[in-house]
């Protein structure tokens, strides 16, 4: 029976089938516009939070909740979520990160 002639697939199952391909372009290197990188943090300056809906993730730190003494699944989420945005876009993340290192934005200064 060929894949194309399956009938119903949930959306969970249609997602995992397009996320196990592998044919992800290479990374190119982005110039980062400082002026950007300064105007967004000022917007995440007192809200800092990041929400999305994933069944899968959701379902898999729920479990390590469940099974794991002093789990958190904030704390796992953003260390998951830093490593991933890191690798996903290393250019942006080194004009953040030399950004934050080198003061050159103090928080205090963006709540003009």
């Known amino acids: 029976m060929k894949?194309?002639?399956v009938i119903s697939r949930s959306p969970l199952q249609?997602?995992?089938?397009?996320?196990?391909?592998?044919?992800?372009?290479?990374?190119?290197?982005?110039?980062?516009?400082?002026?950007?990188?300064?105007?967004?943090?000022?917007?995440?300056?007192?809200?800092?939070?990041l929400a999305f809906w994933?069944?899968?993730?959701?379902?898999?730190?729920?479990?390590?909740?469940?099974?794991?003494?002093?789990?958190?699944?904030?704390a796992e989420t953003a260390k998951l979520m830093r490593k991933a945005i890191k690798d996903e876009h290393p250019d942006i993340w080194r004009a953040v990160t030399t950004q934050l290192r080198d003061n050159k934005l103090d928080p205090q200064k963006n709540k003009e």
């Open 14 to 49: 249609e997602r995992a089938k397009r996320e196990t391909k592998s044919n992800k372009p290479k990374k190119q290197q982005v110039d980062v516009d400082e002026t950007i990188v300064k105007k967004v943090f000022k917007k995440i300056d007192n809200k800092p939070r």
């Open 54 to 74: 994933d069944h899968e993730s959701a379902a898999v730190l729920h479990y390590l909740k469940e099974t794991q003494p002093n789990f958190s699944m904030s």
């Open 3 to 5: 894949e194309n002639s």
